[in-house]
């Protein structure tokens, strides 16, 4: 074989080995296409499988933020017990009392940083996804917080009341508690006292106290009467 030949063939060689190795990426990226460019993959297939996928990624974070909600109660409990502890043997104004509760205080805050980061990632949880117990330390949390944070998540709370993800009491608790701190006044009734004596039950001041059954029913609690 001359040399134009053996060059000639070098040329033919290289320009098949072109053509199989392009031929297996191509086979391979065949191989790796999903159903939706399939023939006969129908729309109803496709928003399944978009369901299933949803439906995995919400099962994650149900059960991630599970687990750090009952840590974050676990802890709470724990430290409360301690607490409790100290003040029954120490008293309550005692320098190892009030020692421990600033610790409390700080677990309550990192507790807190820890629940707004679950809330502004996923909104708020529902009883359906993260369980009734979860769901309300995940409100107790926000509860205990200060008037920001709670007035930042006020909306988002009210919107889960409405879609059945927090129950309705609660929330109207929270709401009256802050109304009463920031303007003197309630919203919708929750909060009340009792005379010793008497047993009657007296509700402190309520804001425009004609509606306030509407506000009430609008949020799913039964009139002020019952």
């Not at 080995?17 to 191989?31: D, P, Q, T, V, Y």
């Not at 790796?32 to 996928?53: D, F, M, R, S, V």
């Not at 979860?134 to 879609?163: G, P």
């Amino acid at each position: 074989m001359n040399i134009s030949m053996h060059k000639k063939f070098i040329f033919i060689f290289s320009i098949l080995a072109l053509i199989l190795f392009f031929s297996i990426i191509a086979l391979h990226e065949k191989e790796q296409n999903t159903l939706i460019n399939q023939p006969g993959y129908t729309l109803a297939e496709n928003q399944k499988y978009k369901e299933e996928i949803l439906q995995h990624h919400q099962l994650d974070v149900n059960n991630k933020a599970s687990i750090i909600l009952q840590e974050i109660e676990r802890s709470r409990q724990n430290s409360r017990n301690i607490l409790s502890t100290i003040i029954t043997e120490n008293g309550p104004n005692s320098i190892e009392a009030k020692s421990y509760f600033d610790q409390f205080l700080e677990l309550e805050n990192k507790n807190l940083e820890v629940v707004c980061q679950l809330i502004d990632q996923h909104g708020w949880l529902g009883p359906d996804r993260i369980g009734a117990q979860n769901n309300y330390t995940l409100f107790t949390t926000i509860q205990n917080s200060d008037l920001t944070t709670q007035n930042k998540y006020l909306s988002i709370m009210e919107d889960a009341v409405k879609k059945g993800n927090l129950n309705a009491e609660l929330y109207a608790i929270l709401v009256d508690r802050k109304s009463i701190i920031e303007h003197g006044v309630q919203i919708f009734g929750t909060l009340s006292s009792v005379d010793l004596i008497n047993k009657a039950r007296t509700i402190s001041t309520v804001v425009d106290k004609i509606n306030i059954n509407q506000r009430r029913v609008e949020i799913g609690l039964s009139p002020i009467e019952i």
